[in-house]
């Protein structure tokens, strides 16, 4: 009903503008007034924690990009050897898993079969799992050994949203706890990032608050029939999550990249016309890929694609290549995904309105896979 959707025409409107508050809900109570994390939830020792020499993320769909994102966190923060992989393809390769393996489960629903196969797989290995879930007492926290919840409120939709960004956030709390435990030499970083991510849910507002320039254009695009995707290191697995948006809401050939393979196959399908999104690293910190990536959208550009630009306000290198410019508030590098993803969502599900599909049930898709 109009109520349940709180005044939105689809739920998934609804769980895009509850960000903020789902973000925010999932920090709560989990830093400490002096910039430490208390994850004491987490019922796994520090003395296990510290002895764990390799984890591994399990996921599918939407959660499986929030894991990717979480490998680039976790190495980083804690150096230890991270890898992230497909559920439904983990456990069909033999795995090398010992009790000094983590597996990171994280599923929204919690009753994901192939994300809670390829756990009972890891148990039986020996490897200890810690579930990222939004839904308490689901199967796949229940058969894990520890569960970090994720408090993004029910999701309707059957496109991942808010889950998305909360799933990001426990992840990042998850890598900074580790590297908290085992004293990681980054402490003053992980310092500086705790006080970012409570920075994070008002930047998530202010890109909510600044949309409607991609509706417009997401509108404009409505008889296209591909879209293609770029981005590099945090921005590769948006990428995949924008692609993965559009094809099920939109209906439509999305294609996410890695941009540094464009060259390797993919620019031969930019032709005239053709919309490309980049999504741009931060010009600060890693500022190599930043020029890479300006490098890519000229050569794009220069056989005739579209440009739509996601990139950092104050960013000035792109605007000559850019010819649709979506600004993001400036955010640390690997926290970026939390803002970039959000115009993605948007500019999805306005295409599927155009377009004139089922927003919050898209054809041929279940909310939760409960089979193999
Ligand atoms: C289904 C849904 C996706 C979701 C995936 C994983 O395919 O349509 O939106 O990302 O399952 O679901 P989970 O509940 O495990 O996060």
């Known amino acids: 009903s109009a109520a349940e959707k709180g005044g939105y025409d689809y739920f998934m ?8 508050k789902a973000v925010a809900d999932t920090l709560l109570g989990r830093i400490d007034p002096a910039g430490s994390l208390t994850l004491d939830e987490v ?6 924690l510290r ?6 993320v399990i996921a599918c769909g939407t959660a499986f990009h929030a894991g990717m994102i979480a490998k680039l966190a976790i190495e980083h923060w804690t150096r230890i050897p991270c890898e992230t992989e497909l559920a439904s393809e983990f456990r069909y390769r033999d795995p090398i898993l010992d009790a000094r393996t983590l597996v990171i489960a994280i599923s929204q629903s919690g009753e994901t079969m192939d994300t ?4 009972r797989h890891a148990r039986e290995q020996g490897a200890k799992v810690l ?12 058969e894990s050994d520890a569960v970090l919840y994720t408090h993004a409120g029910p999701e309707v939709a059957v496109a991942s949203t808010k889950a998305f960004l909360t ?5 990042y709390l998850v890598a900074l706890y580790l590297a908290q435990v085992r004293g990681s030499k980054w402490g003053d970083e992980v310092r500086d990032v705790v006080r970012e991510l409570s920075a994070v849910a008002d930047r998530v507002e202010r890109v909510l608050e600044t949309m409607e320039p991609v509706r417009e254009l997401a509108r404009s695009l409505a008889d296209k029939n591909t879209v293609l995707f770029l981005g590099r290191h945090v921005g590769y697995p948006v990428a995949l999550e924008g692609a993965l948006k559009l094809k099920e809401l939109a209906y439509m050939h999305a294609e996410g990249f890695a941009a540094g393979e464009l060259k390797h196959g993919p620019i031969a399908l930019i032709e005239k016309d053709l919309p490309v999104v980049v999504v741009v690293p931060s010009p600060r910190g890693r500022s190599v890929l930043h020029d890479k990536i300006v490098s890519n959208i000229q050569e794009i550009r220069a056989r005739g694609a579209r440009t739509i630009v996601i990139a950092e306000e104050g960013d000035e290198a792109v605007v000559p290549y850019a010819d649709h410019l979506i600004r993001i508030p400036a955010t640390p590098t690997l926290l970026q995904p939390l803002v970039s993803t959000v115009p993605l969502q948007v500019f999805a599900c306005e295409l599927a309105t155009a377009r004139g599909n089922e927003v ?6 279940a909310k939760s896979v409960t089979v193999e």
Request: glycine letters at 2%; aromatic letters at 0%; one cysteine or more.
């Open 13 to 20: 409107l609804k769980e895009i503008a509850e960000q903020p």
């Open 167 to 171: 799933q990001l956030i426990a992840c």
């Open 51 to 56: 002895e764990i020499d390799k984890i591994v």
């Open 43 to 48: 019922r796994i020792p520090d003395s296990v």
């Open 360 to 365: 919050d049930q898209p054809r041929n898709l």
């Open 116 to 119: 809670l196969m390829a756990l």
């Open 131 to 142: 579930a990222v879930c939004n839904t308490n007492g689901s199967t796949i926290p229940r």
